[in-house]
């Protein structure tokens, strides 16, 4: 299995990003997928979710209303739109496959790095 994050870089708080993650080495179509950040010394935490089929996402309520995560299964592809970011939005960004809101597998990947500055 191989997870590749990118898409990350250096914005002003209120600006946006789009992160993307590749994901291979398991049936990316038939899985929900889900994001997860990790700011400096702190532990990772939950960012959001998407089914395998795109119709429910889900969301931590600290992003809700400014982040909006969908999939391309064509591609193999799942996104991150970003919006408002907030410099507390700092953080390495990874995506996962997952079960609700925890990671199916102990295994992150690549993850991408998001600084907001104030």
């Known amino acids: 299995v191989q997870l590749q994050a990118y898409g990350g870089g250096l914005v002003q708080a209120g600006g946006s990003l789009r992160l993307s993650c590749a994901a291979s080495?398991?049936?990316?179509?038939?899985?929900?997928m889900g994001w997860f950040r990790q700011a400096p010394g702190k532990v990772r935490e939950f960012v959001a979710r998407i089914t395998w089929s795109g119709d429910s996402t889900y969301y931590a309520d600290s992003v809700k209303g400014r982040f909006t995560i969908s999939r391309d299964n064509a591609k193999n592809t799942v996104y991150l739109q970003m919006n408002s970011l907030k410099p507390e939005d700092t953080a390495v960004y990874y995506c996962?496959?997952?079960?609700?809101?925890?990671?199916?597998?102990?295994?992150w990947g690549q993850g991408t790095l998001v600084t907001v500055s104030s």
């Open positions: 080495g398991r049936t990316f179509s038939s899985s929900d």
């Open positions: 996962a496959w997952v079960v609700g809101t925890h990671p199916l597998y102990n295994y």
